[in-house]
């Protein structure tokens, strides 16, 4: 299959998923996740139409998108990984969502930033729902005082985001992530990724993050 037909089949599946639980087939949006593939399968996507793209690292991307933005105007870039603050105001000047919004120290960053006159991207809070010491995001006993931070600071926070833990049944993860959104009456929800995006889908995804199932493995860079 080409990148093409990979993207009709995968979203197939997702309109699927999203009718059989009674949600608008138009409900779940396909996030690209393009971090170290090649070039040519980039443009692939982008020839079939897709302009959701996630990335992991803002180097990378500017690498990757910055100058493809001209040509693209309706392109939608994600962060989908760790935001170091020193980063932060590329990553603000690139993307139009960072999902890994997870600590007080960056939520003063970003702020910092809009007073400064950068215009903020759409923000979601990844939330660390196994509670694994070594992934970021914010643990759920946090998410309360982190989201009330973002108030005083005037940050508006749409949505949730997460990776569950490798080894445990991801359903757990996105039906706590539901919850937790429904509770903080936030309407965006990342979760999702090639292995199990229809699960997803299910529990209230409005958007999935989908990599190798889209592009294939990821080779290492040259
Ligand atoms: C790499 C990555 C994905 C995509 O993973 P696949 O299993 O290749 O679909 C999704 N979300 C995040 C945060 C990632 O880093």
């Known amino acids: 299959m080409d990148i093409s037909q990979r993207i009709a089949e995968i979203t197939g599946r997702i309109k699927q998923s999203a009718q059989a639980s009674g949600r608008p087939e138009n409900a779940v949006s ?29 180097q990378e991307a500017q690498n990757r998108w910055a100058a493809r933005r001209a040509n693209y105007r309706d392109l939608c870039l994600h962060l989908i990984g760790p935001l170091q603050t020193n980063k932060a105001e590329d990553a603000v000047d690139l993307f139009d969502v960072i999902e890994t919004v997870d ?44 989201l009330d931070l973002c108030t005083r600071e005037g940050l508006t926070i749409e949505g949730l985001m997460c990776i569950p833990p490798e080894n445990e049944e991801p359903a757990l993860h996105f039906a706590l992530l539901a919850k937790l959104a429904k509770r903080h009456r936030l309407g ?14 299910r529990l209230g995804a409005t958007h999935v993050r989908v990599g190798s199932a889209l592009f294939g493995d990821r080779v290492a860079p040259p």
């Open 103 to 146: 600590r007080p120290k960056l939520v003063q960053a970003l702020a910092a930033l809009a007073r400064a006159g950068h215009k903020l991207p759409r923000l979601l809070v990844q939330v660390n729902t196994g509670e694994e010491p070594q992934k970021s995001g914010v643990i759920p006993g946090d998410l309360p005082a982190l």
């Open 188 to 201: 965006v929800l990342s979760m999702g990724m090639s292995g199990d995006f229809e699960t997803a889908v």
């Open 30 to 58: 396909l996030v690209a996740v393009s971090k170290v593939q090649p070039e040519e399968r980039i443009q692939a996507a982008l020839d079939a139409g897709q302009r959701v793209f996630g990335e992991n690292r803002v």
